[in-house]
């Protein structure tokens, strides 16, 4: 099969204008989070539901890094801290886990003004450029062939890559700028703009995978809101979680891991 | 505020020498990705030849950087795994990318 070459205005004002449109865009859209981090501000917490569901967090904070790092302690104290979360009377816990189940529309409403906001602007950021570039590309370049993919692929992908072209032999290889725009989309051009900007910043990269990972889901805050309706039964399992707990101190097993240490240093 | 997570086991391994260990090997990976994609693409190479680029190009990797940690892994990185071929599906939607660009702009525009 005889190769088709291609225009090399289409090569000019198409296919170099579309990566480059796509790659600023990315990186504008790095600088905007970046801005609209720092201008986050700390929320304050004022009404009682919200001091009361900050409570909860704490508490189910504090049990958690007990069952963690419980081989930091010495017995006496872990006991204690243990006895202080879960005795059958007056631990913390057992009185916590007594509350009656939260009503699911009263407490989301609570949560609503700073996480919604919160939601509304990384799905913004995200969604909206991703339509805003389909929708360009599929106006002013729609109809022609573009370039080639390399390996071979089945009659299937043809509706997908040749959109708006309808030559029905014509190889499936060739493809349209529509399919440029996905290739370039989900190839990563987030793995080139971490390139320039990871290196200062480890958490920024941290969010824009993230953010990318969010969009892919649909609902980024259901697990939260999930916790919300019954904090009784997280409690009671946080409780039968700590009294399983075997304790031993780290501090014991010291000399051993010294020795290993040691030996695994001089015998290299 | 969320506290970082800290578990037992690691508290032997230095984690932030080893955030920049790993982030260090990711940027590696990318620029040999992008390097993999360019010769692919450059070459005219067609198909599964290309994708074999890629692994060669990615070993190759992986043995220059056993070279420069002169094989002492575990000083470096968690396993051995961890440092050579744990990331070889991650990067080739990248490579995938690039050489379809560059096969584009060098062989049929």
Redesign the interface.
């Known amino acids: 099969m005889s190769d088709i070459l291609i225009d090399d205005r289409i090569r000019d004002w198409v296919f170099l204008p579309i990566i480059i449109v796509m790659f600023m865009i990315q990186m504008f859209r790095g600088l905007l989070t970046k801005y609209m981090d720092n201008k986050k501000t700390t929320q304050k917490v004022t009404s009682k539901a919200q001091v009361g569901e900050m409570i909860d967090k704490n508490i189910t904070q504090q049990s958690q890094r007990l069952a963690r790092l419980h081989g930091l302690l010495p017995d006496h104290s872990f006991k204690m801290k243990r006895a202080h979360l879960c005795d059958n009377k007056s631990g913390i816990l057992t009185k916590a886990s007594e509350k009656p189940a939260k009503d699911p529309m009263q407490s989301m409403s609570m949560m609503n003004p700073a996480a919604m906001a919160d939601m509304l602007k990384q799905n913004l950021s995200g969604i909206v450029f991703m339509a805003v570039q389909y929708q360009w590309v599929s106006y002013f370049f729609s109809g022609f062939v573009i370039g080639k993919v390399p390996f071979p692929l089945t009659q299937k992908f043809r509706s997908m890559l040749q959109r708006g072209v309808d030559v029905q032999n014509l190889d499936v290889r060739y493809i349209s700028s529509i399919s440029i725009y996905f290739v370039l989309l989900f190839g990563g051009l987030q793995k080139i703009q971490q390139l320039m900007f990871g290196d200062d910043n480890d958490e920024f990269v941290d969010d824009t995978q993230m953010q990318m990972q969010m969009q892919m889901m649909g609902m980024p805050t259901m697990p939260s809101f999930g916790q919300q309706n019954d904090p009784g039964k997280l409690f009671i399992a946080e409780r039968t979680r700590l009294e399983g707990v075997k304790h031993s101190f780290e501090l014991n097993k010291s000399q051993d891991k010294a020795i290993k240490s040691l030996k695994r240093f001089l015998i290299q | 505020m969320e506290?970082p997570k800290?578990?037992?086991d690691d508290l032997?391994v230095n984690q932030e020498r080893l955030?920049l260990n790993t982030?260090q090997l990711?940027?590696l990976r990318?620029?040999g990705s992008?390097n993999a994609g360019m010769i692919?693409?450059i070459l005219g190479?067609?198909?599964?030849i290309?994708?074999g680029i890629y692994v060669a190009i990615f070993l190759i990797v992986s043995a220059c950087l056993a070279i420069k940690m002169n094989f002492?892994v575990?000083e470096y990185f968690k396993s051995s795994y961890d440092a050579y071929y744990s990331g070889i599906g991650t990067?080739m939607?990248?490579f995938?990318?690039?050489?379809?660009?560059f096969?584009?702009?060098v062989?049929?525009?």
Request: no cysteine; proline share 0%; glycine share 8%.
């Open positions: 506290e800290v578990e037992l032997e955030k982030n990711k940027n990318v620029y992008l692919a693409g190479m067609d198909g599964w290309g994708i002492r575990k990067d939607l990248l995938l990318m690039i050489w379809v660009i096969h584009n702009l062989n049929i525009l």
